[in-house]
C-alpha cells in the first residue's frame, strides 16, 4: 500500500527544520535521506512516528490518515504501531536477554501472547543472523550485535514502515558491514523503509530512491544513479563531490 507524506513541517523557535515537506513512497521501497548535518533528516523520521512534534502535515499509510495538527493520543499509539524505529543508539534493556527485548514490543505494543511473541522474536532474531545469541544480555553482545537486536526488534513488529536514523554511525567500523548485511536482507525481503546514513556507498546499493535534504526542504530525488552520478542541484553536486571519492560501482556485501 503507498505511503503517503503532505506537507510535513516542524519549527523550532523561529528556525524552520521541516519546510512542508511532501513525499509518496511506494511498496518495497528503500528511501534514502541525505544531505549535511543540520539539514532535518533525523527530525523527519521522528516526526513521521510523533517522537518529535511535528506543527503540520498529513500521513497516510496502511488504512490510517493522521493530520499532525490535530493528532490525538489514539492515533499516535495508532501510527506506532504501524512504524517502527532504529535508532543511533541501541536503547536496549540492559536486564532483559536479546530474546527478551524482541519480545518487549509483541507484548506490550501488540498484545500478543508471550508464547507467540517468543516464536516471532526468535525469528527475527534468527533473520539477522543471532540465532545463536537469544540468551545473551546486551553487555556481552558487540555494538554491530546489539544493533542487529535493535534491527530484529523493529523487524518483529511487522511495520507498514520501518524508520533508521544513521544505524552504522555509532559502530566501530570493523562493525558496519555486519548491520548494513541486516539492513539489505530486510529491503530485499520488500520491507519498506526510510533510512538516514553518511554512508554513500551503502546508500546507494541499497535504497530505491535517494532524497537530498537542504535546509528542511528536499531540493533533488531520484534513482541512486540518476542522484549520484547525474545530480541537477548544485547543492547535491557539492555536498557529493564531498562524499563520494571512493563509492564503488558493482556488488556491494
Not at 509518496?24 to 518529535?52: H, M, Q
Request: charged share 25%; hydrophobic share 45%.
Amino acid at each position: 500500500m503507498t505511503i503517503k507524506l503532505s506537507n510535513l513541517s516542524k519549527k523550532f523557535g523561529e528556525t524552520v527544520v521541516l519546510d512542508n515537506i511532501s513525499l509518496t513512497i511506494e511498496p518495497n521501497d528503500v528511501i534514502a535521506l541525505i544531505g549535511a548535518s543540520g539539514a532535518g533528516k533525523s527530525t523527519f523520521l521522528r516526526a513521521i512516528n510523533y517522537l518529535e512534534t511535528a506543527d503540520s502535515g498529513l500521513i497516510e499509510l496502511d488504512g490510517l490518515k493522521v493530520d499532525y495538527a490535530h493528532i490525538s493520543q489514539q492515533e499516535i499509539l495508532a501510527l506506532r504501531r504501524k512504524t517502527a524505529m532504529v535508532f543511533q543508539q541501541f536503547n536496549l534493556f540492559e536486564r532483559r536477554t536479546a530474546l527478551e527485548n524482541v519480545m518487549e514490543g509483541l507484548i506490550q505494543v501488540k498484545k500478543i501472547p508471550k508464547p507467540q511473541a517468543a516464536e516471532l522474536a526468535a525469528q527475527a532474531l534468527t533473520d539477522v543472523g543471532l540465532s545463536d545469541r537469544m540468551t545473551y544480555y546486551p553487555k556481552f553482545l558487540s555494538g554491530g550485535q546489539k544493533q542487529r537486536v535493535g534491527l530484529a526488534r523493529a523487524l518483529a513488529m511487522q511495520p507498514a514502515l520501518l524508520l533508521l536514523d544513521e544505524p552504522t554511525s555509532a559502530l566501530d567500523p570493523e562493525l558496519v558491514g555486519e548491520v548494513q548485511a541486516s539492513i539489505i536482507q530486510a529491503a530485499k525481503a520488500g520491507q519498506t523503509m526510510i533510512i538516514v546514513s553518511h554512508e554513500m556507498d551503502f546508500v546507494y546499493h541499497v535504497a530505491t530512491k535517494v532524497i537530498f535534504l537542504e535546509q528542511g526542504k528536499i531540493i533533488e530525488s531520484g534513482k541512486p544513479e540518476d542522484v549520484f552520478y547525474a545530480p541537477k542541484h548544485p547543492r547535491t553536486k557539492e555536498f557529493l563531490a564531498r562524499h563520494t571519492k571512493n563509492l564503488e560501482i558493482g556488488s556491494f556485501l
